[in-house]
């Protein structure tokens, strides 16, 4: 194992990849922005490195300066986290180029996935299965002709992209031209690269997400599946495992697929292969090279921590199974997030006059913010994540309730009432919900009425 490890990143992640490396018995180096000096990943790590002033792109996202705090430091390795430079090729390959083992895939395999036009016909040539829609990139009038073949609704969706952004849904040909100037800016505005590509819109479709672990020499332990269909504005609010629309035939058939991909390109470190599952059938869309938001959902259900797979994996150590790892219980994550719902989820920072996190059996916490903690600014909206257990799904949700209900926090709107009046809506009991789900209970979900009467306003 690494005995010096850097932590490229800030927030809840920070905080986590430090815990399992303390239980592994690995230095810690943090760094951090002017605005963070107060951060509970700078007070939790064995030394920290200012590498810059608060906006991310002189700090967060400075690969020479990074570079530089892991150098100096005589870290082994780097763990980007997740956002900032985690899906960053050139990242990768600085450290690399510096002696620095990166702590996720290769910088070719994340170059693969992150242009998704190419990710889709490598997985395609693996048996995958697809969206129907164009073959790698398109000009308007491919787009058109797509159109034509297959019909409307048309997603266009940036291949630099993913995540939502730079996506564009199309109800008709009439529609298309303008569509596509407008996803092709801004594309091009967010990415520096304006490359589209056009898939059918499956509007009432399932977001399933199956988490993987490579070796890097072709072995693959998969780690069942996380329902993601509860998103607003492609931030997800809520996500859980198992989904309640997958069955133990689809989940070996998804679980199957996410490890030929895998090994058909010898994925080193975690990764989550994102499908739409409609009518029993699922489609791939897209895969993530880094550890993702949701992990603690896969870990509680699985036992394994997946921090310690990625730093095991980086060392060459191996990976703590393979095969399809079993799943036990029922788990559910909360997000929540210091936003005003009243101001349509504007991110509401300063200082955090209260916290006492839920505590008991079936609970945990993932979080950096402490009693007293100024919020800053400059970064995402994410304050904590409740994740809970429990042996099935009705439990879990209660548990859920039971958690939120505990959690005090004053001093910054949150979007705490939001994911209790989900855990109450009778739609959500009853499982049966889609990526439609959120838009279609709007006007049943106080909170986002409230939105909605703000964003109009
Ligand atoms: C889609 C889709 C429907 N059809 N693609 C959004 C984020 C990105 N990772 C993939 N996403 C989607 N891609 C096709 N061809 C639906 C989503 C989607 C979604 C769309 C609208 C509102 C909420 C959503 C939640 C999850 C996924």
Not at 92 to 105: K, M, Q, S, T
Not at 421 to 434: M, V
Request: aromatic residues 6%; charged residues 25%.
């Amino acid at each position: 194992m690494f005995r010096r490890v850097l932590i490229a990143n800030r927030g809840d992640v920070a905080v986590r990849v430090i815990r399992t490396c303390r239980d592994l018995g690995v230095e810690t180096v943090a760094v951090y922005s002017t605005a963070d000096s107060d951060s509970l990943h700078v007070r939790l790590a064995d030394r920290a490195v200012h590498v810059g002033p608060a906006p991310a792109r002189d700090s967060y996202l400075n690969v020479a300066s990074i570079v530089a705090a892991a150098t100096t430091t005589r870290c082994e390795a780097v763990h980007p986290g997740w956002g900032f430079l985690a899906e960053n090729a050139a990242f990768a390959r600085a450290c690399e180029d510096n002696g620095l083992e990166f702590v996720g895939p290769t910088p070719e395999s994340i170059e693969l996935m992150g242009d998704k036009a190419r990710a889709k016909q490598t997985v395609r040539a693996a048996g995958l299965p697809l969206v129907p829609g164009s073959d790698g990139m398109v000009t308007l009038a491919e787009a058109r002709a797509i159109g034509q073949e297959i019909g409307y609704p048309l997603l266009l969706k940036a291949s630099a992209g993913g995540g939502g952004r730079g996506m564009r849904l199309v109800a008709g040909e009439e529609e298309l031209e303008r569509a596509y100037g407008a996803a092709a800016a801004e594309a091009g505005a967010a990415f520096g690269y304006d490359g589209l590509y056009a898939e059918k819109a499956l509007l009432d479709a399932r977001h399933v997400e199956i988490q993987v672990v490579g070796d890097g020499n072709g072995r693959v332990l998969t780690l069942g599946e996380r329902d993601c269909s509860i998103q607003r504005r492609h931030q997800k609010v809520i996500e859980e495992a198992p989904s309640p629309g997958v069955t133990p035939e689809i989940r070996q058939a998804m679980e199957d697929a996410a490890r030929r991909a895998c090994e058909a390109i010898r994925y080193r470190g975690t990764g989550t292969l994102e499908f739409l599952l409609a009518d029993g059938r699922f489609h791939f869309i897209e895969m993530n090279t880094r550890l993702q938001v949701e992990h603690p959902v896969t870990e509680v259900l699985t036992g394994i921590d997946l921090v310690k797979a990625q730093l095991r994996v980086a060392a060459g150590e191996g990976l703590p199974a393979t095969g399809s790892a079993a799943l036990q219980g029922h788990a559910l994550e909360v997000r929540l997030n210091a936003e005003d719902p009243a101001r349509d989820f504007l991110p509401s920072p300063g200082v955090l006059e209260r916290f006492r996190p839920p505590l008991g059996p079936g609970v945990r916490v993932d979080t950096h913010a402490y009693e007293g903690y100024r919020i800053p600014p400059y970064y995402d909206s994410l304050l904590a994540k409740v994740i809970v257990w429990a042996e099935d799904r009705p439990a879990a949700v209660a548990r859920g309730l039971r958690a939120l209900s505990e959690l005090d926090v004053a001093g910054v709107a949150t979007t705490r009432e939001l994911a209790m009046e989900i855990l109450r809506d009778g739609q959500f009991a009853s499982g049966s919900y889609t990526t439609s789900y959120l838009r279609d209970a709007e006007a049943r979900l106080p909170s986002l009425v409230a939105a909605e009467a703000a964003g109009a306003a």
